[in-house]
């Protein structure tokens, strides 16, 4: 079965960096296109950035062009989000996301808190 398990969230200062990671199983990784979302506390889910299948296409939403990179390891199965100059409106729970043959699957999320 489909699995996404986040990994690297955690406490950060203002203006710091973070990486997370996506890893997946259960289907053929390299054949679909992934995404990051995030859920700030209190607010709806928001799409954060995706990528093609093959990595040759990202795109973000507007609040973090510049400052988020998604990249992808299709040796690996594995997802990346770098996260740079981040701010106290970054924090939520950031979810991995794959759409497989019709269907939604989301990882368990992990938490960032940008915070002084």
């Known amino acids: 079965q489909v699995q996404l398990v986040e990994s690297g969230g955690g406490l950060v200062q203002p203006g710091g960096a973070l990486r997370l990671s996506c890893a997946a199983s259960?289907?053929?990784?390299?054949?679909?296109?992934m995404r990051w979302y995030r859920q700030p506390p209190g607010k709806e889910r928001e799409l954060v950035a995706a990528i093609t299948n093959g990595g040759g296409f990202r795109n973000y939403g507007a609040s973090m062009k510049g400052r988020f990179t998604i990249s992808r390891d299709n040796v690996n199965n594995t997802v990346y989000l770098q996260m740079n100059s981040l701010t106290p409106e970054d924090t939520a729970v950031y979810y991995c996301?794959?759409?497989?043959?019709?269907?939604?699957?989301w990882g368990q999320g992990t938490q960032v808190t940008v915070s002084s």
């Open positions: 996301n794959a759409r497989v043959l019709g269907r939604e699957y």
């Open positions: 259960g289907f053929t990784f390299s054949s679909f296109g």
